[in-house]
């Protein structure tokens, strides 16, 4: 229990929700790309997000 008497969850659940923030940051980020004409980078991005979503998919499946 922390002191606040909640029960902690550890580090994955922190890193978690440093991959999610980190993904939100990504797909703002491809779509300024993708507005600004820069459909190259903004795939890239998309193929980056697409690859996290797996691997995390099956870290979950263990």
Known sequence: MTPDNE???????????????????????????????????ASDIDNTLANMHSRNQESDDY
């Open 7 to 41: 029960p902690f969850d550890g580090p994955f659940e922190e890193l978690d929700e440093a991959l999610e923030r980190s993904a939100k940051e990504l797909e703002k980020l491809s779509t300024i790309y993708r507005q600004r004409g820069h459909a190259q980078e």
